[in-house]
């Protein structure tokens, strides 16, 4: 059983920066993923990272500003968050799934495993 917990969510001012965490129990060769729900939407994906760190994706709207990235040998992901707007407040979750396809692994139901999310919140 794959267990995730997410931190490092907060309050800051447009235009901030915020970096999140996730500790998981996952292997290296999982693919990890952050997504987001804000209140009235659909939980929606946020980036990616696959079993090489240099394989990452991410969705338009946080291209050239939010940053996934992993550390192995700590067990940790990361989204480092910058250039922050309002339209980003949002509860961020971390996601785990493993899977034999090379196919990008995007969407909620790609993925079991789910931490409990941490709350992220833009001010203009």
């Known amino acids: 059983q794959v267990q995730l917990v997410e931190s490092g969510g907060g309050l800051v001012q447009a235009g901030g920066s915020l970096r999140l965490s996730c500790a998981t129990s996952?292997?290296?060769?999982?693919?990890m993923a952050w997504f987001r729900q804000a209140p009235g939407h659909e939980r929606e994906f946020v980036a990616a990272i696959r079993w090489s760190a240099t394989s990452t994706y991410y969705a338009d709207s946080v291209k050239g500003r939010f940053t996934i990235s992993r550390d192995n040998a700590k067990n940790m992901v990361y989204l480092q968050m910058n250039s922050l707007k309002p339209e980003d407040t949002a509860v961020y979750y971390c996601?785990?799934?493993?899977?034999?396809?090379?196919?990008?692994?995007?969407?909620?139901?790609?993925?079991?495993?789910w931490g409990r999310g941490t709350q992220v919140t833009v001010s203009s």
């Open positions: 996952a292997r290296a060769d999982y693919t």
């Open positions: 996601a785990a799934e493993f899977s034999l396809r090379t196919t990008i692994l995007s969407r909620p139901t790609d993925f079991r495993s």
